[in-house]
């Protein structure tokens, strides 16, 4: 702002300035000098030291006439804001003054009484015109360059010199190069030698006046001589004699400051000797305090490797993709904080840039970083392993692949032995059921079902020859006729002998009816319609009862219970609970067993009602298979666990097995070994040793004993049903590859 | 029923912790000032076990102190004195503005100044603490010690740090402390070993430095302050263990008093002296030279035994180090580090000297014809003596980490040198160990090196050389296939390429039989873990077989290069 307003007021004085003529025309010197009064001293403030100067050559020209002192302070203002005057320009500048002589003679016949500019050396109006100081251009358009002081104009020379005139008045007139075109008059003027010599001084940098010593020799301001007589002659104060007063109030406040404890003497500089001594010359450990048993220390810095080395092993260099990559990452993710290099010489090793960095890391991490008391776990991971009983001595198990049946095209969903078991049945995807012989591994019979055969299980009462095989809505009851022919007779027999009830039964939700015809010589002899597709049969341990399932979460006709020898159906369940999965009756005692989705639930038949419900912990239930004691119980779930419950223990599972790797699909026990298996989705079967001891106190013991492969994965299906060999501890196991194996 | 409802977060472990911002308010003390304090006083935050129960059920991320670290701080003197300095310097600015000169100068006259003995002791009960506290102390100052006096910090904690860290290695050198060194791109590491406690330390390279400017020296010299009173104390504690004087003086038997008119000042000239490191000390006692400590044989028991004799033969293997360079007389050229040569050669007992214009204290002259060694990192010298070797200044740092004098055949000059390696890795089993470890670990135990160059000089020995290698590969293959074995216990081996002769497949199928049974086994016994224990174990093993990987990876690199820079020689013998 400040600097703004300056420049205003120097605005506002240059106007004044250009003012002045007029006003010096008019009007009377007294006004004049009030008008400059104020100014006087803007100027003063702002060019104080130019003006010093200016004014000192003034002085001896024109003593009284400050105005004209104060336009020539103002002339040399402008030469300075100009910032490189060019040649030209200076000597335009310099012609002008010498102008003035001139002028005023020329003006003196005209304004005789007031004769003002006759010592006028400013040259900043030039008086012949009057426009005063704008750029010329200006006037370009026009025949006059300005008017004089009577206010007439004044006329441009007729003629405009071109290149052609100046050129050959270059070459003619003698005089050309000390002419100088004035623009404000138009006219030529012609320096003197005097003023010639003037501009090359000044360009010379040398001072105008000729005369001017620039070297006088200085007058000290006071001598450095002793003078012998004292400079002034005058006596000695009285109160030079006289105690200060003042001097004695400081002195007393200094005093006082000083009792009072305000100022305190300067301490004794310490030095740095004995700066050190023996801090700890007296070790008593009553001072290891609470404190530092608590303290944490910090970790010292890592000691640097074989890498920091400024001449490492070639391993430890970067290749260019490590180096990449090494860039790439974010600084904190980095293993090394640095790139190791390699140097051929110690002379060769530059500065580390990063070193007061990281020296400054260490500091904030002293001071700012948490700590924490960490127990690190040196475990050693053998010990982690539990020690389990040797596989070896739980034998014996299923270890290796005996044989392979083959003669399915499809997958086989399901496999069923004889309770002889001298037959195996399965049933498979290109709607066929075949029967094998378990020992050779031939296919004694291949029946045709028309339909893909969703499950299959044989009778479990010895004396009966029966098969169940569910597909489509239909489950049919086959007579293989394999083995004992007295057997496959009897069954024939039983089944004929069944006469329909006297009384006309409540509407049953299936039909049954007998086969006849073809169907009959392939072996079917009972037909049962469901409403809905059947997804599993199982039978009960007499072999007269068949449980078939229907999931359908929405209907409550899921599971029916089917009595073979009077043909009849029932519903047991009023109310859907979640779509069954499967059911499976209890092998000894009245017990019914669903699993719905995520729980299976145990029902007692004879009361009809809920006895308990299991939760299996587990997303979707798959499959489920009951201890042949009964109280205990596997379930295996497509979330690749497979869980044991112990009914007496829990409702939640006693142990959770996560052995595979996908989906479990089947699951069975064996009859009389402690064994169980599981056959799942990544094609493998795992064997477990499961021991229940009647002693109830004691968990049933559990131990994997052998994980069996050998199913190849097809579309993501690997092993689908698994089942053990009545009497052997042989398990079969059928997959998506359309085989059936025997692993004893 | 009844009483008054129980409030959260007024018991437990939320009352144990405080945050920065209550510790600071209940200090009264600006961030800055808390700062200083928690430096100078060793207060660090705690991480407390439950953090959201500490942070009254928040997460958001905040520093905790213990309460108790902070009631700890409010009885502190230094707290007082941060007061009392604001307070000086809002006097100083009023008497500024006043231009109240004589003020001024009273009152930095009377400057509050603290000292920290009392924080020292209370910090380390006993020499011990602070002894395994050093390390820091130490590189802190020689980092100051080599700043430029510009500006960065006040001159004279740089002349502090200078000094005292001249003084710890001339303690160094006395009492022959110094066990490790090693020249890494960052700067060069010294660990010694003072009264059992390792110290390790690192020095820059004597350069320049250019300041960071993310760097806030305020902390730095807030430690420095800290570490120059504990460095000095400790300085002042070791000198009167060995029967030093402190501060340290020439032993005046040395002392030369010729060059003393170069310097300007007896305190320039005397820290300069000692600073050059050429001559011992001056001692209380100044008469025995102190004997060797022997272990006393006590009866012992057998387990007890061997601990004992473990311990006598590290011992004599110190020992010995302690006296690696006895009797060797170096020289060390002008473009050599200087410092660091010195500091080592001394520290084990050889006789160093430089060109006088290098630095003060010089003792010899390169034209001492009893000169054995003179260390050199040029690629060739003029002017040559017979009697002397030329060797590269790695040789020092090298035989110091050996612990033997090597062979200089390797460190002559302009010659390539070989890799140097950290003393301060040490090789676990399943590790990789760079060969030219496995060599110097031959040389220490006393085998004769291979003269390869030798080899290399009877033409080309090529069978030698393949044998060499195979000696090599055998020994690489082997740490392979335990890597494998290592790998394959776990994962149950698919089929190893073991060669089967027709005899023998009775006996490797039974031990494979064997192993892969066992292998089953504990695979089983893995899918019975509990999930915990897994999860534990699976980062064990993971870890485990990250660094198989990696020194396996080190390894293929290696052969990868040898295999290189060999196929590279074979044509440039041929070519010639």
């Known amino acids: 702002m400040i600097s703004t307003v300056r420049k205003r007021s120097v605005d506002e004085e240059e106007e004044e300035e250009q003012l002045v003529p007029f006003d010096q025309n008019v009007s009377a010197d007294g006004q004049e000098e009030d008008a400059d009064g104020d100014l006087t001293d803007s100027e003063e403030s702002i060019f104080s030291g130019l003006e010093d100067s200016g004014s000192d050559s003034d002085d001896e020209e024109e003593d009284d006439d400050k105005d004209a002192g104060q336009k020539i302070t103002a002339k040399v203002k402008k030469i300075r804001r100009k910032k490189i005057p060019s040649e030209e320009d200076i000597l335009k500048e310099k012609a002008s003054p010498e102008e003035k002589p001139g002028q005023s003679k020329e003006t003196e016949p005209q304004a005789p009484t007031v004769d003002e500019y006759e010592h006028d050396t400013s040259d900043e109006e030039d008086i012949r015109n009057t426009v005063g100081n704008i750029p010329m251009e200006w006037y370009k358009d026009y025949p006059h360059v300005g008017y004089d002081l009577d206010g007439k104009k004044i006329y441009k020379p007729i003629r405009n010199k071109d290149e052609l005139d100046e050129f050959l008045n270059k070459m003619d007139n003698p005089e050309y190069w000390r002419t100088v075109h004035d623009k404000q008059t138009q006219s030529d003027i012609i320096l003197t030698d005097e003023q010639v010599e003037l501009v090359k001084r000044l360009q010379r940098g040398q001072f105008g006046d000729v005369n001017f010593n620039e070297y006088e020799p200085s007058v000290d301001f006071f001598t450095g001589e002793v003078m012998i007589h004292p400079v002034t002659n005058r006596p000695e104060d009285k109160r030079s004699f006289i105690p200060s007063l003042i001097e004695k109030e400081k002195v007393s406040k200094m005093v006082h400051a000083i009792k009072m404890g305000w100022i305190k003497p300067r301490k004794p500089r310490q030095s740095h000797i004995g700066q050190y001594y023996d801090i700890w010359a007296t070790e008593d450990t009553t001072s290891i305090l609470g404190r530092h048993k608590m303290h944490v220390p910090a970790p010292k810095m890592a000691l640097p490797g074989h890498a920091e080395s400024y001449n490492p092993p070639p391993e430890y260099l970067m290749t260019e993709e490590e180096r990449l990559a090494w860039e790439q990452q974010d600084p904190e993710d980095r293993k090394l904080p640095f790139l190791p290099r390699k140097f051929p010489n110690l002379r060769s090793v530059p500065a580390f840039s990063r070193f007061i960095h990281e020296r400054f890391e260490r500091c904030l991490d002293l001071y700012l970083c948490p700590r924490q008391r960490k127990m690190r776990v040196n475990v050693n991971p053998e010990d982690l392993i539990p020690s389990l009983p040797k596989p070896r001595d739980l034998q014996p198990f299923p270890t290796t692949q005996a044989l392979v049946y083959k003669g399915h095209t499809s997958l086989i969903r399901s496999i069923s032995v004889s309770p002889t078991g001298q037959w195996l049945a399965s049933g498979s995807d290109d709607s066929t059921v075949r029967l094998w012989e378990v020992c050779s591994a031939r296919c004694l019979k291949t029946i045709p079902v028309g339909g893909a055969v969703k499950s299959v299980a044989w009778n479990p009462n010895p004396s009966v020859c029966l098969l169940a095989v569910a597909l489509n809505s239909t489950v049919l009851l086959i007579n293989p006729g394999v083995g004992d022919k007295l057997v496959s007779t009897t069954t024939d027999q039983l089944i004929q002998s069944y006469e329909a009830p006297d009384e006309e039964l409540a509407k049953q939700p299936v039909t049954w009816s007998v086969t006849e015809g073809e169907e009959l010589s392939l072996g079917l002899r009972l037909k049962i319609e469901h409403p809905k597709a059947v997804r599993q049969v199982t039978w009960h341990g007499k072999g007269d009862y068949l449980a078939s399932v229907m999931p359908d979460p929405s209907s409550n006709q899921q599971v029916l219970i089917h009595q073979v020898s009077k043909r009849r159906s029932q519903n047991p369940f009023r109310k859907s609970k979640g779509a069954v999965q499967c059911v499976s009756f209890h092998p000894v005692r009245p017990y019914f067993f669903v699993a719905t989705q995520r729980s299976v639930r145990i029902y007692n038949l004879i009361k009809q009602e809920l006895s308990k419900k299991l939760m299996s912990n587990s997303k979707w239930i798959s499959s489920m298979a009951i201890h042949p004691a009964g109280d205990n119980l596997i379930c295996g779930s497509y979330d690749c666990k497979l869980g044991w419950f112990d009914l007496d223990l829990s409702t939640k599972p006693y142990k959770v097995l996560r052995h595979h790797k996908k989906a479990v699909r089947g699951v069975a026990y064996h009859k009389h070994h402690p064994l169980f298996a599981s056959a799942s989705d990544d094609g493998s079967v795992i064997v477990c040793h499961g021991m229940v001891y009647n002693d109830l106190l004691q968990n049933p013991l559990i131990v994997p004993v052998k994980v069996l492969k050998g199913h190849v994965i097809t579309s993501d299906l690997g092993v689908l049903d698994v089942t053990f060999h009545p009497t052997q501890p042989w398990l079969f196991s059928s997959g998506a590859d359309a085989t059936i194996r025997l692993f004893t | ?576």
């Open chain 2, 1 to 576: 029923m009844g009483g008054v409802q129980k409030k959260k977060f007024e018991r437990g472990c939320a009352t144990n912790y405080i945050t920065r911002n209550k510790a600071r308010k209940k200090l009264q003390l600006s961030l800055a000032d808390f700062r200083r304090l928690c430096i100078l006083k060793g207060i660090y935050p705690h991480e407390p076990k439950n953090k959201k129960k500490v942070n009254k059920g928040s997460t958001a991320p905040r520093t905790f102190y213990l309460l108790k670290d902070i009631r700890f701080l409010l009885h502190e003197p230094i707290v007082g004195n941060f007061r009392a300095y604001k307070i000086f310097v809002r006097k100083l600015r009023k008497a500024y503005g006043k231009s109240e000169w004589t003020r001024v100068e009273r009152l930095r006259d009377n400057k509050p100044a603290y000292k920290l003995d009392h924080v020292i002791k209370e910090r380390y009960p006993t020499f011990t603490d602070a002894l395994r506290d050093v390390d820091d102390a130490v590189s802190m100052c020689f980092l100051f010690s080599t700043f430029a006096r510009t500006g960065k910090c006040h001159v004279q904690s740089i002349q502090l740090c200078r000094r005292l860290t001249v003084e710890w290695m001339n303690f160094v050198i006395m009492s022959r402390a110094l066990r490790k060194v090693f020249l890494s791109i960052k700067g060069i590491y010294y660990q010694a070993e003072v009264l059992g406690q390792p110290i390790t330390w690192l020095v820059p390279y004597q350069f320049a430095h250019d300041h960071p400017t993310d760097v806030d020296y305020r902390v730095m010299s807030t430690f420095t302050e800290f570490y120059t009173t504990l460095l000095g104390f400790i300085n002042f504690r070791l000198y009167q263990t060995i029967n030093l004087v402190y501060p340290p003086k020439l032993d005046s038997k040395e002392l030369k008093t010729e060059d003393e008119e170069d310097y300007a000042m007896d305190s320039e000239t005397a820290l300069e002296k000692l600073s050059a490191l050429s001559s011992s000390l001056a001692r209380v006692v100044s008469t025995v030279e102190e004997e060797e400590a022997e272990l006393d044989h006590f009866p012992a028991e057998e387990e007890d035994m061997e601990k004992m004799q473990e311990r006598e033969k590290e011992q004599k293997e110190q020992e010995a180090q302690k006296k690696l360079f006895d009797g060797l007389k170096v020289f060390l050229n002008r473009e050599v580090p200087r410092e660091s040569l010195a500091f080592i050669l001394r520290c084990f007992g050889a006789e160093v000297s430089w060109d006088k214009s290098v630095c003060i204290g010089a003792t010899f002259d390169v034209t001492d014809e009893t000169i054995t060694h003179q260390i050199v990192d040029r690629p060739d010298m003029d002017k040559q003596y017979m009697n002397r070797y030329y060797i590269q200044p790695q040789w020092v740092y090298d035989c110091v980490n050996a612990k033997v004098v090597l062979p200089v055949a390797d460190y002559f000059l302009g010659v390539t040198l070989p890799p140097h390696l950290s003393p301060f890795v040490v090789e676990k089993e399943g590790d990789y160990v760079p060969p030219e470890k496995l060599k110097i670990m031959a040389l220490q135990r006393g085998e004769k090196p291979v003269q390869e160059e030798e080899e290399e000089e009877e033409e080309e020995d090529d069978e030698d050389e393949d044998e060499e290698d195979d000696e090599e590969d055998d020994e690489e293959e082997a740490d392979e296939m335990n890597l494998k074995e290592m790998e394959q216990q776990r994962s149950q081996g698919k089929s190893l390429p073991v060669k089967v002769t027709p005899g023998k497949v009775k006996l490797e199928n039974r031990a494979r039989l064997e192993q892969e049974e066992k292998a089953e086994e504990k695979r089983l016994a893995i899918m019975m873990m509990k999930k915990r224990e897994k999860h534990l174990y699976d980062k064990i093993m993971f870890g485990k077989k990250r660094t198989i990987r990696e020194a396996n990876k080190l390894a293929v690199k290696r052969k990868a290069h040898d295999d290189a820079s060999k196929a590279d020689k074979k044509k440039k013998g041929k070519k010639q």
